[in-house]
């Protein structure tokens, strides 16, 4: 499996940005897709995960009812829809496949490099 996630960039606090996860290989189809996300300093955290129906999404406590996770399965890519930014939400986001639908990181087999988000006051 491969992945690669587009679309971060500067923007100011209250903005918007739409991550994207453009997922290729012969059995992505099979694994479940997660956002993760590493502030300067910190440690990974998770973000939100989908599968590929969109019928079943996880979201962490800290971007719920901000960010939208949505996985197109025609186009083979999951996107990340982050409004209402503020300084917090600053991270390299990354986009992962895993075994399972859930907010731990070590079941997740796959990462993409990751994009910048920049989020200023």
């Known amino acids: 499996v491969q992945l690669q996630a587009s679309g971060g960039g500067l923007v100011q606090a209250g903005g918007s940005l739409r991550l994207s996860c453009a997922a290729s290989?012969?059995?992505?189809?099979?694994?479940?897709m997660g956002w993760f996300r590493q502030a300067p300093g910190k440690e990974r955290e998770f973000v939100a995960a989908v599968d590929w129906s969109g019928g079943s999404v996880v979201y962490a406590g800290s971007v719920g009812g901000r960010f939208t996770i949505s996985a197109d399965n025609a186009k083979n890519v999951v996107s990340l829809q982050m409004n209402n930014l503020n300084p917090g939400d600053t991270a390299v986001y990354y986009c992962a496949a895993g075994r399972a639908l859930t907010r731990r990181a070590d079941p997740y087999d796959h990462w993409g490099r990751g994009t910048l988000v920049t989020v200023s006051s």
């Open positions: 290989g012969r059995t992505f189809s099979s694994y479940f």
